[in-house]
Structures are given as structure tokens and as C-alpha cells.
């Protein structure tokens, strides 16, 4: 098999969002420059994710100079929104972690939000992810911190193990939901050129000049089940996961990375697997 390389790079500016598909990203010790740095949160000050609110699939985001957005959505009048300076904060929860993040100053982000979605919601920036919020105690390294993700800076994924995960699912009991693209996981970096499931294997990988340490295989969520599309949900591929992909209980499908050096990553980029 040939050199494995960047098939592609992508990049969510807002947590849930659909995201964009840049050529060249930085890679920053908490993930890609601009990814995941604004989130949703409800009335409770939760995070909200397509998990509750799949139409969130249909909306995107469009990352601006400076770090801003522009939020657009079937129905919506586009609305942009700036970094917001204050310094005020309000505590919000992602999952089992505590967070401060700093509300959009903007009244007409929030109004937008919740009247995309149909219920409150407030559109959140995370404003200093070196120290906000750390990786998982159980797989990280001491200080390594991440975005809104769900839990760690990068995820990758290979079409190879998509191409087997789809034939998997062509004989299974729901051939007709396949085959499935790639933004159904939605990964922050594509590789091509491997065996199917090689990236089970990897401990460390560079990605042109940047190195990464894998830090777990990521486990999956009905958000896969959900057609980015039309946002519509199905039992794929969590169906067929459950029977040939399970690892310690979790549904397995790509692992998740640590970057262990600053740089720039290019579609393109030859990969390379260090150990």
C-alpha cells in the first residue's frame, strides 16, 4: 500500500453546526484553529448538541476573521457575530464538565438560535481553551486542554474503514440506509490510503509536520444516526457497530488526537505512522 495521506480537513466553527471544509487548518494544542470555539446552551445552562436537536445538522456556520461566525439555516435571515469582548462569563455544562464560557454580546445571535430551534438557546464562545476546559483525566496527559468537541482536540477517521463499515452494513439488516458518508462521524481530518481499521493500531501518528498522539478510539452516539442532510435519523450505523465494532461497551468508529506540536496540515499531507 502507498503513502497514506490528508484526504480532507474540516472544521466546526459552532458545536453541532455543520462545518466547512478549508484546504489548510493550524493546529493549535486544543484542536484546529476555529474549530468547536462557540457551542449552544439551553435555559439550564447545558450544552446543546444534535443529540436533542438534530435540525441543528441543516445549520452552518461559516468562520470569519478574527474569530466570529456567520450563522445561516433553511428559513433563517443569516446573522453574523463577533468575538465578544466583555469579560463577563456565565458557567455552562458540556457533558460532566464544569465550563465558563462568555455569551455572545449580540441579542439577535440568541434570538436567532432559539428561533431556529424552537426553545431557548444562547450561542456561547469559549474564550481561552488553554486553560478552560482539560482533556479526560483517564487519557490525557497533564495540561492537555480541548474546545466544546465532545471530549478531546482532533478526531480522525480513514476511508478505508468507511468502505469496510459500509460493506458491513450492505449485508446487515438495514442495507437500504447505506452506504453512509463521512460526515455522519463528523471528523475534523480524513485519511486515505490505509487498510481498513489500521488506525486502531496507531499511538502516534504526523500529519505532514505536525505530530499527534492518539489518545483513544472514539466511542459513537445517535448523532450518527442522523442524516446531515435532512436531519432525518435512522438505526445506522450504530446498528451494525453494535455487532462488529464494540470495544469496552462503547461503539467504536475513528480515534480521537492529541496534537503533541503546533503547525499547519494540508489536504494532501502524507501521513505517517510514527509507533
Not at 486553560?131 to 468537541?149: H, K, N, Q
Not at 446531515?228 to 455487532?243: D, M, S, V
Request: with cysteine.
Amino acid at each position: 500500500m502507498g503513502q497514506a495521506q490528508l484526504q480532507s480537513i474540516h472544521v466546526h466553527p459552532v458545536k453541532a453546526f455543520r462545518g466547512t471544509t478549508p484546504r489548510t487548518a493550524v493546529v493549535e494544542p486544543w484542536g484546529l484553529a476555529g474549530d468547536r470555539r462557540w457551542a449552544l446552551i439551553d435555559a439550564g445552562g447545558k450544552v446543546v448538541t444534535q443529540r436533542q436537536q438534530p435540525h441543528l445538522a441543516l445549520a452552518a456556520a461559516e468562520l470569519l476573521p478574527g474569530g466570529g461566525v456567520r450563522l445561516s439555516a433553511p428559513g433563517m435571515d443569516p446573522v453574523t457575530v463577533p468575538v465578544p469582548h466583555a469579560s463577563g462569563t456565565v458557567p455552562m455544562e458540556i457533558f460532566r464538565d464544569k465550563v465558563e464560557a462568555a455569551p455572545a454580546e449580540d441579542e439577535a445571535a440568541h434570538a436567532w438560535c432559539s428561533a431556529y430551534l424552537g426553545v431557548d438557546a444562547h450561542l456561547v464562545h469559549m474564550p481561552d481553551p488553554g486553560t478552560s476546559r482539560p482533556v479526560d483525566p483517564e487519557y490525557a496527559l497533564p495540561g492537555e486542554t480541548v474546545s466544546f468537541a465532545d471530549g478531546y482536540p482532533l478526531l480522525v477517521t480513514t476511508t478505508a474503514s468507511l468502505d469496510a463499515l459500509n460493506s458491513l452494513l450492505a449485508r446487515g439488516d438495514h442495507p437500504a440506509e447505506g452506504p453512509l458518508p463521512m460526515n455522519r462521524f463528523r471528523p475534523n481530518v480524513v485519511v486515505s490510503g490505509t487498510a481498513a481499521w489500521a488506525e486502531d493500531d496507531w499511538s502516534r501518528i504526523a500529519i505532514g509536520e505536525v505530530t499527534f498522539r492518539v489518545a483513544k478510539k472514539c466511542g459513537r452516539c445517535v448523532v450518527t444516526t442522523t442524516d446531515q442532510a435532512t436531519a432525518e435519523r435512522g438505526r445506522e450505523p450504530l446498528h451494525t457497530l453494535g455487532r462488529h465494532r464494540r470495544v469496552g461497551g462503547k461503539l467504536v468508529f475513528g480515534q480521537n488526537l492529541v496534537p503533541l506540536s503546533r503547525g499547519t496540515i494540508r489536504a494532501g499531507d502524507p501521513v505517517t505512522v510514527l509507533d
